[in-house]
């Protein structure tokens, strides 16, 4: 298992406590100098917070441990590509490293859509590494969406039997 695999597990954890609150399992760490030093996951709805996303949630508790808005030096991990906010943030943190899960093609902000991490008209650019643990990543999130469609369709025919 590549370091980058590792890290991206880890990442998957954090996805799994979204998951656990009926979020969206996205999940993330922020690695620096080969050490986990901060964790985050979705809690949009649990916090009732339209900012409370997995990347944001990890780059506040990271800039706090290191006592810096800058996470020069710092990796993040996680597990589907960041919309435009988070890859925003990523740059204005500094971020040297982004290693993504899955992509997103209907909202990722890391070449789906936008590439904002990698434009060269900002003052600061990550490495992107694309792919990492992608299938298992992928699958977390359409089994939930699936789940989701499946407990709607169950919710609509319990209404349309107690209506008869």
């Known amino acids: 298992m590549t370091e980058d695999e590792r890290f991206m597990r ?10 656990a609150l009926r979020e969206v399992p996205i999940g993330c760490v922020i690695v620096y ?10 809690r949009r709805n649990t916090d009732k917070n339209t900012v409370s996303h997995a990347e944001i949630n990890a780059i506040r508790k990271a800039s ?13 991990y996680v597990t589907l590509e960041p919309c435009q906010m988070c890859a925003g943030a990523i740059i204005q943190a500094r971020v040297d490293r982004v290693v993504i899960g899955s992509m997103n093609p209907k909202a990722g902000c890391a070449g789906s859509v936008l ?43 319990q209404e349309r039997e107690g209506a008869v």
Request: hydrophobic content about 35%.
């Open 10 to 19: 880890e990442a998957k954890k954090q996805a799994m406590k979204a998951y």
């Open 33 to 42: 100098e080969g050490k986990i030093i901060a964790r985050g996951y979705n």
């Open 64 to 76: 706090k441990k290191l006592g810096d808005w800058r996470l020069e030096g710092c990796t993040l």
């Open 115 to 157: 590439n904002l991490l990698e434009m060269d008209g900002f003052n600061h650019k990550a490495e992107v590494t694309r792919g990492v643990l992608e299938e298992e990543c992928s699958s977390m999130l359409s089994g939930f969406f699936k789940e989701l469609r499946e407990e709607k369709a169950k919710k609509k025919q």
